[in-house]
Structure formats: C-alpha cells, structure tokens
Nanobody, 123 residues
Framework: QVQPVESGGGLVQAGGSLRLSCAAS????????MGWFRQAPGKEREFVAAISWNGGVTNYADSVKARFTISRDNAKNTVYLQLNSLKPEDTAVYYC????????????????WGQGTQVTVSS
C-alpha cells in the first residue's frame, strides 16, 4: 500500500503560519476522505481536520477551528493544512491519513498513515 507523505513542518514563532502538504498517489487517495491528526510528546494522537473526497465538506477540532484550514487538490493528489495564528500548544507531529469508514474524528476511521512532519511553535 502506498503511504501519504507529509511535508512543510518547521519551527515558527507564536502567531506565525505554516502550510503542511500531504502528497498521495492517484486514485488511492483522490476518492477518499483525508484527515490530519497530531500527536504531542506524551499525549495521544488527536484529530485536527478532515475533508471529503471532493473538498465539499470539512470538519475541524474545536481547538483549531477558525485558525486552521484544510483543502485538497485532487489534480495534484495533495491535501493541505494551513496553520495560522499558531500557539505553543500546537507543537506536535502532524500526520495525514486516508479515511475509509465512518467517524471523521476517530483514528479508527483511517487506514493509510504518513510518517508525520514536526511542527514546533516557540513562545
């Protein structure tokens, strides 16, 4: 199975912005819901955002709503996560994954996972 590949992480000051990308190959991902999750040190992996296969529906965790934006370009087989107004508590490894069942915010609803990209927000 082909895994998605995340990129775009880095070190940024509080209040700054980053754009994460998740590159995936072909129909393996373009026909599926895609999600972003994150995991901070010592914490469980948590839902951040998800987008339907055609981009028509999005869903966000309350903690990132109005600050983060998920989007996708199926022609480029890429899903994006725009992170604005970043806070130190946003520091985590960010993962994208393919959704294959119900439960948009549930880790169990996703199968193919990337290796993650580190986002570090300094205060």
């Amino acid at each position: 199975q082909v895994q998605p590949v995340e990129s775009g992480g880095g070190l940024v000051q509080a209040g700054g912005s980053l754009r994460l990308s998740c590159a995936a190959s072909g129909r393996t991902f373009s026909s599926y819901r895609m999600g972003w999750f994150r995991q901070a040190p010592g914490k469980e992996r948590e839902f951040v955002a998800a987008i339907s296969w055609n981009g028509g529906v999005t869903n966000y965790a309350d903690s990132v709503k109005a600050r983060f934006t998920i989007s996708r370009d199926n022609a480029k087989n890429t899903v994006y996560l725009q992170l604005n107004s970043l806070k130190p508590e946003d520091t985590a490894v960010y993962y994208c994954a393919r959704g294959y069942s119900g439960g948009w915010q549930n880790l169990n609803g996703y199968d193919l996972w990337g290796q993650g990209t580190q986002v570090t927000v300094s205060s």
